[in-house]
């Protein structure tokens, strides 16, 4: 039996992707490794949303390089963001790798025989499920769509008969992805919209939650926002990219909205989901961001408390106008103290919000035990472990929590009726 081994970096979708890849490999008789040196074929799904992560894999192409010339016979192929449209210049710079294929372009070798043959056959009770390719935004710093192209969404019915077939293997919950899910259907004939997608996934018996990220604030439309709070499988749980609290900032970003905007949203979200978690996106360092826009940034996170911030470095990408029209002009120094204040502020903020738990029960779906400990998620998407003896995956569990930090919490399970 051949054997293949994928290496997976960057967001949700790349690792959604990559399981995709490896269930379509299982069914072509393929067993997975997890030493390349065992490998018939290798894939690096990759991604270059920053700087430090094309590094990453630019070195591991090289890497296989080496090991390409002692084992002629492996078959190198690489995925992900790093592919473009025109792959020529990829296959000049790397002649080893025998296939460049964009996210789900799979190469003649790998075409699907059928839908399904790409869906785990045990997924894991938490699963991830790409609805939307792409994104039409074009934010000034990205490259996400000069790499990803247009957006394109699938259809609805295509997938609700894959959450069907996840469910009826063992999924319990779904995260549905996309670089700008609350944009799907806007391609789509007859322009179902992901409210409208909410409401049919929210009939599927067995499936017991649904998820989805990441969302642009311009697209989180009143019926969206109704729907999350009418569904009783939907989760309280919100992405809410802001990336800065500048205004000056933001329209140089070309985010299409002000703080004003995003204050009132984030405002309308919490009056219509009060039990709701909200999670943002943060670039610091961003060209010409003064100390008193870097403030402004910490000014809005204080106010509005977040429960989790994702924060970045900005890294200039070429291609992208950012990195065309401006000049990289923090010092990197600078970057970093910045990246520090708010992961310190966010510690201090998420710290108080998960104290609020402490001695409260709450339920969580149990996804996997790692190192002796169980651990899954609240519907608002808390990480909670706890010890015991019996089998938990899959169920979903009262847990008594007895420890909180800024990332997880901890208790054991409540057995009161
Ligand atoms: N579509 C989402 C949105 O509207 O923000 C996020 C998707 S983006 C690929 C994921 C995150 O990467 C962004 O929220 C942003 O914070 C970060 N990111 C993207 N380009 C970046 C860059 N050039 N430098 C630093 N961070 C970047
Ligand atoms: Fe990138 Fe998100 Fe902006 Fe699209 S909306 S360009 S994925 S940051």
């Keep these: 039996m051949p054997n293949y081994h ?6 949700q979708m790349n690792h959604a992707e990559s399981e995709r890849l490896g269930s379509l490999f299982e069914h072509l008789g393929y ?3 997890d030493t390349v040196e065992y490998a ?6 990759s991604c270059v949303v920053r700087q430090s992560a094309e590094n990453r894999v630019v070195n591991k192409i090289k890497v296989l390089r080496d090991f390409a010339r002692e084992h002629p016979d492996i078959t190198l192929a690489v995925t992900g963001c790093l592919v473009n449209s025109d792959a020529t210049k990829l296959k000049r710079s790397f002649p080893h790798v025998d296939y460049f294929f964009k996210a789900g372009d799979y190469p003649p070798w790998l075409e699907k025989p059928s839908a399904v043959s790409s869906l785990p056959q045990s997924p894991s009770p938490a699963t991830y499920v790409p609805i939307i390719q792409g994104c039409n935004n074009f934010c000034a710093y990205c490259i996400v769509p000069h790499r990803r192209g247009r957006e394109i969404s699938r259809t609805l019915p295509e997938i609700v008969c894959e959450v069907r077939e996840l469910v ?22 007859d322009e179902a919209d992901l409210a409208d997608l909410l409401k049919e996934l929210n009939t599927i018996d067995g499936l017991a939650r649904i998820r989805f990220l990441t969302n642009h604030p311009k697209d989180m439309s009143d019926k969206l926002i109704a729907t999350i709070a009418t569904l009783d499988k939907v989760c309280e749980q919100v992405s809410l990219p802001v990336q800065s609290g500048s205004d000056n900032i933001l329209k140089m970003m070309k985010r299409g909205y002000n703080t004003a905007q995003y204050r009132q949203l984030v405002k309308k979200i919490r009056d219509t989901i009060p039990e709701v978690a909200l999670s943002t996106d943060i670039i610091v360092g961003f060209p010409s961001e003064t100390d008193s826009q870097f403030q402004e940034t910490v000014q809005l996170l204080s106010e509005l408390r977040f429960d989790t911030v994702h924060v970045a470095v900005y890294s200039p990408r070429p291609g992208t106008t950012a990195s065309r029209e401006l000049e990289d002009d923090i010092p990197p120094a600078v970057k970093k103290e910045r990246l520090n204040t708010i992961e310190q502020l966010q510690g ?7 104290e609020h738990l402490l001695g409260e029960t709450v339920e969580i779906l149990v996804e996997s035990r790692v190192k002796g400990k169980w651990q899954g998620r609240t519907r608002t998407g808390k990480l909670v472990f706890f010890s015991d003896n019996r089998e938990y995956t899959g169920k979903l569990v009262k847990i008594h929590i007895e420890k909180t930090s800024p990332w997880s919490l901890q208790g054991t399970v409540n057995t009161a009726k």
């Design 6 to 11: 994928i290496w997976t970096i960057g967001c």
């Design 31 to 33: 067993q997975a490794t």
């Design 40 to 45: 018939d074929v290798v894939v690096l799904n």
């Design 168 to 189: 009826k293997r063992g999924s319990k919950e779904i995260t549905l992805l996309g670089q700008n899910v609350d944009s799907y259907g806007h391609d789509l004939p």
């Design 348 to 354: 201090k903020i998420a710290a108080k919000i998960n």
